[in-house]
C-alpha cells in the first residue's frame, strides 16, 4: 500500500489517539495505609526483573502501584480514584501504560506515566464517548499498542428506536438486519456468523464482528419519549461502530500507525509484534468465534488465519526471526493445547504443528522469556490449574512448577529468565509471586501482597471447597464447587445458595471469593456450578447452551440444586440461587422456570428480557450477544421464550436486584423492570444500585455493602 494511499485510510477513521498530558502524579511520594485485607494482581515487570508495576486496592479502589519483587519497598503511581484494569511495563522501562475506568463506568482510557510517576498521560480514549484498552508493547518499548472503540459519525437520516416500557416490553421492537454472513447457522443451535467475521486491514467491515468487554450507553429508559437514538446501518439500526488499533508513541514525537480496523467493538487487541516490525498479531472476531490474524504492517494485508478460544487475551508470540507464532489455540480441537505456526515471507501459513497438549485440560495462559526460548504454560485441570516451564529450542520435556495455591491469573516474565505470577486461591487474596531466573519453584510471596492468614476477619476460617460433578437431566456431565459453613457436624444438610458465574463463557474457579465467605459466615453453604456454556470442559460444552441449548442451561441450575440436595448436602426446603451478569439472568429464569425450588433470589446486574437488553446495549454489545443468544429479528420469538419477563407470572418468591449505576454492559433497567412486575404481582422485591459502579463491582465500601445486602437478605427468607 503507497503511503499516501494509507494516510487517506487513516484520515477516513476516526481520528487517531493523540498523547494528552497530566499532572505528575503524586503517589509516587505517597504510599497510603493499607487496608488489614487486600489484593494484589495484574503484575507487569521492568526488564531487570526487579521491580513489578501491579494492580492493588489496598486504599479501596484498585490503583496503579510499583514495588520491589523481592523487598517491602512500593510506591502508589497514580493517586487518582478511577480503577485500573491493565497494566503492561515497557520492555525498554521508560514508561508504565495502563487503562483505567472514568467514575468505574464500562468506557475505558489508557494511560502512561513513567515510574517515577512524571509524564503521566492519556494515551488513547480522552474523547468523550469513546473507549481504549491495552495491546503489546513493539519490543524495543517505543510505541504501544492501543484500541480504540468510538462511534462513527453519521452517514443518513437518524431513526428513533422506541423503546418500550419494561412493565410491558414489546418483543416486536425493530432491528436492523445485519449482512447476509450473519445468516449462517452451526447445526442446530442459533448461532449467527460463519467462517468470517470481519476484515483485518483497512475495511474491516466484515459481517462477523462483536466485543468482549463491556462498553455501553446508559440503561434502558422508562418512557418512549426518552428513547436512545441510534445510526442506520447496524444490528440495532445504527451503523456499526469501528475498533481501530494503533502503536502509539506516548512521548508524542511520532505519529500513531494504523495496524488494523475491525466493525463492531471490544474484541480486536494487538498480542504482538514481532522483532522487526514487519508483522502484528492480532486478536479479532465474536465471542465462540475469535481468531489470531498476522497482519503485515507495511500495507495491512493478512496472513495466517487461525482460531482461539475465548479467554485470556495474551494469545501468543513471534519467535525472534518472525518465521514462527507460537499460539495458545482450540483450532480444529476440543481443547486449547501450544501450536506453532511456520510463516513465510508474507506471514501466510506453511506449517502448523502441536507443541503441548493435553487430553482433558485448555491451556489457558501462555507467556515467553525475554529471549522467546522458553515458555510458560498454565493449565485448566478442572478449574484449578497447574504450571510448567517448556523449552522452546529443546525436546526437554515440560518442567512442573509446583504452585502454593489453586490458580494462576497471570504469568509475565521478570528480566532474563525470571517470572512474576498472579495467584489466587481459596485460602488467600490475590497476590504476586516471584521465581528468580533458574528457579525450578516460586521462590515467594512478595512482601506487599495480603499475607495468607489475612484472608478472612480473625476467627473465621477459610473454606476449601470440593469439587462435585453433577449430571444434567439429558446426561451431560456438569461441574462446580461446594463450600460448607464451618461449625455444621457432618451429614448435616444445611441451607444452600446455587450461586452462577457470568459469562456464559466464565467458569468457577476455587479462588477466594469475599461473597461466599460473607455467606459461610451466616451458617449458608455455597454451590457454585459450571452449567453448560461455561468454559474450562471443552469447545463443545462451551457451545452445548447456543440457541434452544439455553432451555437446557436454565434446567442445569435445577440438576445442580437436585444433586447437591441428594448428597445429603443442601436442606430442599431452604435453597436460594444467586448469579451476576449473565448469571443474573440464570438467577431470575430459574426463578421462573422452577419455581417450587429456590425460596429466593439475589440477582446481579442480570437481563431480564433479552428485547430490552437488545435495545438498550450499544451496536457493538448487542452483536457479541447475537452471536451467543439468537438474532433479535430472526430469532425474535426464541428470545422471547428466553426471557424471564415473558414468564414473570410464574415468579413466587422475593428478589433482591443489584445494579451498578453506571452499568452500560447490561443497563439497570433490566433488574428496574423485573423488580416493577414482582411488586406489581404483590411479591417482596427490592432493588440496591451501587453508586460510582458499572457491570463489575470495584470500590471496597460498594462491594462490602453488596455483600452485606445479600447476606442480610438470604438470611431473612431462608428463615435463619
Not at 486496592?57 to 487518582?80: F, K, M, S
Request: net charge negative; charged share 25%.
Amino acid at each position: 500500500m503507497a503511503a499516501d494511499a494509507r494516510d487517506r485510510l487513516i484520515g477516513e477513521m476516526s481520528a487517531a489517539p493523540v498523547p494528552v498530558p497530566l499532572a505528575d502524579a503524586a503517589g509516587a511520594r505517597d504510599t497510603p495505609r493499607p487496608l488489614v485485607a487486600h489484593g494484589c494482581w495484574y503484575p507487569s515487570a521492568d526488564p531487570t526483573g526487579e521491580w513489578v508495576a501491579f494492580i492493588c486496592d489496598r486504599t479501596g479502589v484498585p490503583q496503579l502501584w510499583t514495588g520491589a519483587v523481592n523487598g517491602t519497598e512500593i510506591h502508589l503511581l497514580d493517586a487518582d480514584p478511577d480503577p485500573v484494569t491493565e497494566v503492561s511495563w515497557s520492555p525498554d522501562g521508560r514508561w508504565i501504560a495502563y487503562t483505567v475506568a472514568p467514575g468505574g463506568g464500562e468506557h475505558t482510557r489508557v494511560l502512561c506515566v513513567r515510574p517515577d510517576g512524571t509524564g503521566r498521560r492519556i494515551v488513547a480514549g480522552a474523547d468523550a464517548g469513546s473507549s481504549a484498552y491495552l495491546g503489546c508493547w513493539t519490543r524495543d518499548g517505543s510505541a504501544v499498542a492501543v484500541t480504540v472503540a468510538e462511534p462513527p459519525p453519521p452517514t443518513g437520516p437518524t431513526v428513533r428506536t422506541v423503546l418500550p416500557e419494561p412493565s410491558a416490553p414489546d418483543h416486536g421492537t425493530a432491528f436492523g438486519d445485519l449482512p447476509a454472513g450473519w445468516a449462517e447457522r452451526d447445526g442446530p443451535a442459533t448461532l449467527l456468523g460463519g467462517t468470517g467475521h470481519g476484515e483485518v486491514g483497512p475495511d474491516g467491515g466484515g459481517p462477523g464482528h462483536g466485543p468482549e468487554g463491556p462498553v455501553h450507553e446508559p440503561g434502558v429508559p422508562d418512557h418512549a419519549s426518552d428513547a436512545p437514538v441510534h445510526e442506520e446501518g447496524g444490528l440495532d439500526g445504527g451503523a456499526p461502530d469501528r475498533l481501530t488499533a494503533y502503536l502509539v508513541d506516548p512521548s508524542g514525537l511520532g505519529s500513531p500507525v494504523l495496524v488494523a480496523a475491525e466493525s463492531g467493538a471490544a474484541t480486536l487487541r494487538v498480542c504482538d509484534v514481532d522483532q522487526d516490525g514487519r508483522f502484528a498479531l492480532v486478536r479479532r472476531g465474536p465471542r465462540g468465534r475469535r481468531e489470531a490474524v498476522v497482519v503485515r504492517t507495511a500495507d495491512l494485508t493478512t496472513g495466517s488465519v487461525l482460531r482461539v478460544g475465548d479467554g485470556d487475551p495474551w494469545i501468543g508470540r513471534f519467535s525472534q526471526d518472525g518465521r514462527t507464532l507460537w499460539l495458545r489455540s482450540d483450532h480444529e480441537r476440543r481443547f486449547a493445547a501450544l501450536l506453532a505456526a511456520t510463516l513465510d515471507e508474507d506471514g501466510g501459513r506453511v506449517g502448523l504443528s502441536v507443541v503441548a497438549e493435553r487430553e482433558d485440560s485448555d491451556l489457558e495462559l501462555l507467556a515467553f522469556a525475554e529471549d522467546g526460548r522458553t515458555a510458560a504454560l498454565a493449565w485448566n485441570v478442572r478449574g484449578a490449574s497447574e504450571l510448567e516451564t517448556l523449552s522452546l529450542s529443546t525436546a526437554a520435556r515440560p518442567r512442573e512448577v509446583p504452585l502454593p495455591h489453586e490458580v494462576v491469573t497471570r504469568i509475565t516474565r521478570a528480566g532474563p529468565g525470571g517470572m512474576v505470577l498472579a495467584l489466587s486461591g481459596s485460602q488467600r487474596r490475590p497476590g504476586v509471586w516471584w521465581a528468580p531466573p533458574g528457579a525450578g519453584t516460586l521462590s515467594a510471596r512478595t512482601p506487599w501482597s495480603s499475607r495468607d492468614e489475612d484472608a478472612v476477619p480473625p476467627g473465621r476460617p477459610p473454606v476449601r471447597p470440593v469439587p462435585l460433578r453433577p449430571t444434567a437431566r439429558d446426561g451431560l456431565r456438569l461441574g462446580g464447587w461446594y463450600y460448607r459453613a464451618p461449625g455444621r457436624d457432618a451429614g448435616r444438610p444445611g441451607p444452600c445458595v446455587i450461586h452462577l458465574h457470568g459469562g456464559p463463557e466464565e467458569q468457577e474457579r476455587p479462588v477466594f471469593d469475599p461473597l461466599y465467605h460473607e455467606l459461610l459466615g451466616r451458617g449458608l453453604d455455597v454451590f457454585a456450578p459450571d452449567v453448560r456454556g461455561s468454559s474450562g470442559w471443552g469447545r463443545p460444552f462451551v457451545d452445548a447452551d447456543l440457541g434452544t441449548g439455553r432451555f437446557a442451561a436454565i434446567d442445569d441450575v435445577a440438576d445442580c440444586a437436585a444433586h447437591v440436595v441428594l448428597d445429603g448436602l443442601a436442606d430442599p426446603t431452604r435453597l436460594a440461587v444467586m448469579g451476576r451478569s449473565y448469571g443474573g439472568y440464570l438467577t431470575m429464569a430459574s426463578l421462573v422456570w422452577h419455581p417450587e425450588l429456590f425460596r429466593t433470589g439475589v440477582a446481579v446486574c442480570g437481563m431480564s428480557d433479552l428485547s430490552t437488553f437488545f435495545a438498550g446495549t450499544e451496536p457493538w454489545i448487542a452483536e457479541s450477544a447475537a452471536h451467543k443468544y439468537g438474532h433479535p429479528v430472526r430469532d425474535r420469538e426464541l428470545l422471547r421464550s428466553l426471557s424471564p419477563m415473558s414468564r414473570v407470572d410464574a415468579l413466587r418468591v422475593p428478589l433482591l436486584a443489584v445494579h451498578g449505576e453506571h452499568d452500560t454492559n447490561v443497563p439497570p433497567g433490566e433488574s428496574e423492570q423485573m423488580v416493577r412486575a414482582a411488586r406489581e404481582r404483590g411479591l417482596p422485591a427490592e432493588m440496591l444500585t451501587l453508586r460510582d459502579e458499572g457491570h463489575e463491582f470495584r470500590r471496597a465500601d460498594n462491594r462490602r455493602l453488596f455483600r452485606r445486602a445479600a447476606a442480610d437478605w438470604m438470611q431473612r427468607h431462608l428463615g435463619l
